[in-house]
């Protein structure tokens, strides 16, 4: 049973930090590329950042290319995302996910940027 659990999130203000955390089981974690992807108030999935499977590669959309930081521990089974400079168009559930296909999905954690 595959079993993605985020946390972190929470309410910080525009030019904060905070630092997002997927647990993962049920599968073999090393052997995946990983997402994360968020999805705002009344908007669709998107895509937010990516790293393969022993973290010596990764990407980024544009709007967090320089601001966000994806990592992973394999011997943890953790996906992490490091979010500096937080802005409220940030705001949003953030989900991670194998890269492959988006089939299982967590609770989410809620990131809300706001003064």
């Known amino acids: 049973e595959v079993q993605l659990v985020e946390s972190g999130g929470g309410l910080v203000q525009p030019g904060g930090s905070l630092r997002l955390s997927c647990a993962a089981s049920?599968?073999?974690?090393?052997?995946?590329?990983m997402s994360w992807v968020r999805q705002a108030p009344g908007k669709g999935l998107e895509w937010v950042s990516f790293?393969?499977?022993?973290?010596?590669?990764?990407s980024y959309a544009d709007s967090v290319k320089g601001r966000f930081t994806i990592s992973r521990d394999n011997a943890k089974n953790t996906l992490n995302l490091k979010m500096n400079s937080l802005k409220p168009e940030d705001t949003a559930v953030y989900y991670c996910?194998?890269?492959?296909?988006?089939?299982?999905w967590g609770q989410g954690t809620q990131v809300t940027v706001s003064s």
């Open positions: 996910n194998k890269a492959i296909a988006w089939h299982y």
């Open positions: 049920g599968f073999t974690f090393s052997s995946y590329s």
């Open positions: 790293i393969n499977s022993i973290g010596g590669s990764t």
